[in-house]
């Protein structure tokens, strides 16, 4: 992974509220999710990335020069701000083909790159009706396309899919799956994890202004193997097997939420895996479905966060 | 899990276009949100009515062999009977509806995310802003002037140029004061009321202060703080005196109006405020475009 962008040190206040702390990150090509909860300094640290603001401490670099009040770095970047505000009177098309416009575009460029970034993310129909008859996922989307309308070698975007309906998320994931095959960089925010988990494995996890993991999910959930891993066994005899699993030295705890089915915690989900087919063949019990609930970003999120008191 | 497929290309310079018209583009987003306003478009042609009635007394009295005045067309500009008001009505709407706008809508997050600097939104937005204004303002006062021109013969063609050149240069001067005072009340405010009130605390209570209270009080100092008053007094010098520049300096030594400033200190006080106020909006809005985007 080669870095677009580089954060050294950066620690960034609001009066006397720290929104980041000595953070120091390397923001690669591909697809980077930024998790957090609300108040982690997930925005703060976007807008750090796109030069809205400059680092109170520590250095912020896009390639290789601090995108603050640098056009020759802004004209790189594509930013989706989270807040839903828009020019009410303004039509979606004139609106992005303004945005377009002032990164160079000839107006007549800048409205057919409008268009056809409008038509990809579904407001093709939409498209000429004033931004103030939008719902509010389509205002997402009307933002997307203004994010990308210029073909940004780095996409910021800022909790990108809140307010959209399943439909427009699938549409939304889609142009930016595109977007990663072209070859930007994505750096894409949210405190909902399936909305990041549908795009990348790659994440940051952002708690109080401070990192509190980066890497692959597999990689961060290895970082806190102090906390338990569950797998969830559906079978056909989950009492006897939890009969027999009480007795294994790394399981923690067992849980029958119904007849069929058994969650088991333990410490070692490998040796569990190697070990639940052969108790089943052992106790002739048929096993329906074996599969680790855990192995998603939301668990991992919710262990990392909750030894601080965060609610998920 | 679906995961994107990555090329990985690392760093590369950039290579798109190189250099955007930003002011420009922003300038012309401004004039045509503007003009695309109900309100605004009927202050213009509101402003035509005096300018035509002017301009009709100056054709029958040129014609009538009563020679022209100058003085009323330069009138036209600053008075309450000109088309100073609907040029205020047009710096009103734009005070709500121009920085203002941007920041209730958020906007400011999109263009300075954008290679945008505070000083080409505030040309870009400044321009488009006193153009409108300047529609108003000092489009039908100088159809006037043209008109005088048209009309002058050898000896008066010299008063009438000077007359044109002066409006033209007092009304453009006008027109983006006007348009300044309204950015810097959005800058200021934030909202549409509060943006118009500064506007209004700036150019209105002054200029109606200086028409009641220069025959109250013992000379026209008041006066100094009213963007008409200034502009009328440099106007009068330059052309109902026509002594060309030299009657701002000349107006050291003389007798002003009883209601106006001497020219000379109209000019330092135009030069202040303009200075001040252009000041005091790039201040402000290198401020907010440095403030996250959520100022």
Same mark, same amino acid.
């Given at each position: 992974?080669?870095?677009?962008?580089?954060?050294?040190?950066?620690?960034?206040?609001?009066?006397?509220?720290?929104?980041?702390?000595?953070?120091?990150?390397?923001?690669?090509?591909?697809?980077?999710?930024?998790?957090?909860?609300?108040?982690?300094?997930?925005?703060?640290?976007?807008?750090?990335?796109?030069?809205?603001?400059?680092?109170?401490?520590?250095?912020?670099?896009?390639?290789?020069?601090?995108?603050?009040?640098?056009?020759?770095?802004?004209?790189?970047?594509?930013?989706?701000?989270?807040?839903?505000?828009?020019?009410?009177?303004?039509?979606?098309?004139?609106?992005?083909?303004?945005?377009?416009?002032?990164?160079?575009?000839?107006?007549?460029?800048?409205?057919?790159?409008?268009?056809?970034?409008?038509?990809?993310?579904?407001?093709?129909?939409?498209?000429?009706?004033?931004?103030?008859?939008?719902?509010?996922?389509?205002?997402?989307?009307?933002?997307?396309?203004?994010?990308?309308?210029?073909?940004?070698?780095?996409?910021?975007?800022?909790?990108?899919?809140?307010?959209?309906?399943?439909?427009?998320?699938?549409?939304?994931?889609?142009?930016?799956?595109?977007?990663?095959?072209?070859?930007?960089?994505?750096?894409?925010?949210?405190?909902?994890?399936?909305?990041?988990?549908?795009?990348?494995?790659?994440?940051?996890?952002?708690?109080?202004?401070?990192?509190?993991?980066?890497?692959?999910?597999?990689?961060?959930?290895?970082?806190?193997?102090?906390?338990?891993?569950?797998?969830?066994?559906?079978?056909?005899?989950?009492?006897?097997?939890?009969?027999?699993?009480?007795?294994?030295?790394?399981?923690?705890?067992?849980?029958?939420?119904?007849?069929?089915?058994?969650?088991?915690?333990?410490?070692?989900?490998?040796?569990?895996?190697?070990?639940?087919?052969?108790?089943?063949?052992?106790?002739?019990?048929?096993?329906?479905?074996?599969?680790?609930?855990?192995?998603?970003?939301?668990?991992?999120?919710?262990?990392?966060?909750?030894?601080?008191?965060?609610?998920? | 899990?679906?995961?994107?497929?990555?090329?990985?290309?690392?760093?590369?310079?950039?290579?798109?276009?190189?250099?955007?018209?930003?002011?420009?583009?922003?300038?012309?987003?401004?004039?045509?949100?503007?003009?695309?306003?109900?309100?605004?478009?009927?202050?213009?042609?509101?402003?035509?009515?005096?300018?035509?009635?002017?301009?009709?007394?100056?054709?029958?009295?040129?014609?009538?062999?009563?020679?022209?005045?100058?003085?009323?067309?330069?009138?036209?500009?600053?008075?309450?009977?000109?088309?100073?008001?609907?040029?205020?009505?047009?710096?009103?709407?734009?005070?709500?509806?121009?920085?203002?706008?941007?920041?209730?809508?958020?906007?400011?997050?999109?263009?300075?995310?954008?290679?945008?600097?505070?000083?080409?939104?505030?040309?870009?937005?400044?321009?488009?802003?006193?153009?409108?204004?300047?529609?108003?303002?000092?489009?039908?006062?100088?159809?006037?002037?043209?008109?005088?021109?048209?009309?002058?013969?050898?000896? *008066?063609?010299?008063?009438?140029?000077?007359?044109?050149?002066?409006?033209?240069?007092?009304?453009?001067?006008?027109?983006?004061?006007?348009?300044?005072?309204?950015?810097?009340?959005?800058?200021?405010?934030?909202?549409?009321?509060?943006?118009?009130?500064?506007?209004?605390?700036?150019?209105?209570?002054?200029?109606?202060?200086?028409?009641?209270?220069?025959?109250?009080?013992?000379?026209?100092?008041?006066?100094?703080?009213?963007?008409?008053?200034?502009?009328?007094?440099?106007?009068?010098?330059?052309?109902?005196?026509?002594?060309?520049?030299? *009657?701002?300096?000349?107006?050291? *030594?003389?007798? *002003?109006?009883?209601?106006?400033?001497?020219?000379?200190?109209?000019?330092?006080?135009?030069?202040?405020?303009?200075?001040?106020?252009?000041?005091?909006?790039?201040?402000?809005?290198?401020?907010?475009?440095?403030?996250?985007?959520?100022?």
């Amino acid at each position: 992974m080669s870095a677009i962008a580089r954060l050294t040190k950066v620690t960034r206040l609001y009066d006397r509220t720290i929104a980041l702390r000595d953070v120091t990150l390397e923001l690669g090509t591909g697809t980077t999710g930024l998790l957090g909860p609300n108040g982690a300094g997930k925005s703060t640290l976007l807008r750090l990335l796109v030069g809205l603001m400059r680092p109170t401490s520590g250095e912020v670099l896009v390639g290789d020069r601090a995108p603050f009040d640098e056009p020759a770095v802004l004209r790189r970047i594509g930013y989706c701000p989270e807040h839903e505000h828009a020019y009410e009177g303004l039509s979606a098309v004139r609106f992005v083909q303004l945005m377009t416009e002032l990164h160079g575009y000839s107006a007549s460029d800048a409205e057919q790159r409008a268009r056809t970034r409008l038509e990809a993310v579904g407001l093709a129909d939409a498209m000429t009706r004033p931004l103030g008859t939008f719902s509010k996922g389509m205002r997402q989307r009307a933002k997307l396309a203004q994010a990308l309308a210029h073909d940004p070698d780095l996409l910021v975007l800022d909790e990108p899919l809140t307010g959209c309906d399943p439909v427009s998320r699938a549409r939304v994931l889609d142009v930016l799956r595109a977007e990663a095959k072209r070859g930007a960089a994505i750096v894409m925010s949210s405190h909902v994890l399936s909305e990041i988990e549908a795009l990348t494995s790659r994440i940051v996890v952002l708690h109080r202004g401070e990192v509190l993991a980066e890497g692959d999910v597999h990689g961060i959930r290895a970082l806190i193997d102090r906390h338990p891993h569950q797998v969830r066994v559906v079978s056909n005899g989950s009492r006897r097997l939890a009969e027999r699993l009480s007795t294994v030295d790394h399981v923690i705890s067992l849980k029958m939420p119904d007849a069929h089915t058994l969650v088991v915690e333990t410490r070692r989900p490998d040796d569990l895996y190697d070990a639940v087919p052969l108790l089943a063949a052992e106790l002739d019990v048929e096993i329906d479905s074996l599969s680790s609930p855990d192995d998603n970003m939301a668990a991992v999120f919710r262990y990392l966060t909750s030894e601080q008191g965060v609610t998920v | 899990m679906n995961e994107a497929v990555i090329r990985e290309r690392g760093y590369q310079a950039y290579t798109g276009p190189t250099q955007p018209s930003v002011r420009r583009v922003l300038a012309f987003h401004t004039a045509r949100t503007l003009l695309a306003r109900k309100g605004v478009r009927r202050s213009i042609t509101l402003a035509c009515v005096p300018a035509l009635i002017v301009g009709v007394i100056a054709f029958v009295a040129q014609k009538a062999g009563a020679g022209d005045d100058a003085g009323r067309v330069a009138n036209l500009l600053t008075r309450p009977w000109g088309t100073f008001f609907p040029a205020l009505i047009i710096a009103l709407i734009a005070a709500g509806g121009t920085l203002a706008e941007d920041r209730r809508a958020g906007a400011l997050s999109f263009y300075f995310a954008r290679p945008v600097v505070a000083t080409d939104y505030v040309l870009g937005r400044l321009t488009g802003t006193a153009v409108v204004v300047a529609l108003a303002s000092v489009g039908p006062p100088l159809a006037v002037a043209l008109l005088h021109i048209v009309q002058a013969d050898a000896q *008066s063609v010299m008063r009438a140029l000077v007359s044109f050149a002066t409006i033209a240069v007092l009304g453009t001067a006008l027109s983006v004061l006007l348009a300044a005072y309204a950015l810097l009340g959005g800058a200021l405010a934030g909202s549409r009321g509060g943006a118009q009130g500064f506007l209004a605390l700036a150019v209105l209570v002054p200029w109606v202060a200086a028409g009641v209270m220069a025959n109250l009080v013992d000379g026209p100092w008041i006066s100094l703080l009213s963007l008409p008053h200034i502009i009328e007094s440099i106007a009068h010098a330059l052309i109902v005196k026509q002594a060309g520049l030299g *009657s701002i300096f000349a107006s050291l *030594s003389e007798q *002003s109006e009883p209601t106006l400033p001497p020219a000379w200190m109209a000019a330092i006080a135009l030069v202040v405020l303009a200075a001040a106020t252009g000041a005091a909006l790039y201040q402000r809005i290198d401020k907010l475009a440095h403030a996250g985007g959520d100022a």
